[in-house]
């Protein structure tokens, strides 16, 4: 499974999003400190879940970081998000 796969996953596992976009964007890092050959070290999820509602910008980052925890903590360098609840 690919990193892409596993944060697909965990995201739709943990807020079973109505909308769920996650980017490899390594290849734009490429020589970058962090970035791998192989790439997916960078990516952008672009989300929207009911389970974010009512949660500040900062609560929802929190949210998809401790979803993401093993991620982050291994092959993911960086990670940027776009994420609201529905009632947005």
């Known amino acids: 499974m690919t990193v892409k796969e ?8 943990a807020f079973n999003p109505e909308f769920l976009e996650v980017i ?6 490429a020589g970058h400190v962090g970035a791998r050959p192989e790439g997916e ?31 982050l903590a291994g092959p993911v360098h960086a990670l940027s998000l776009g994420v609201e609840g529905t009632d947005a």
């Open 6 to 13: 596993k944060i697909e996953l965990k995201l739709n596992e």
């Open 24 to 29: 490899d964007e390594s290849h734009k890092h």
């Open 41 to 71: 070290t960078h990516f952008h999820v672009n989300m929207k879940a009911s389970a974010l509602n009512g949660q500040s910008r900062v609560n929802r980052q929190r949210m998809v970081y401790k979803a993401l925890s093993e991620e």
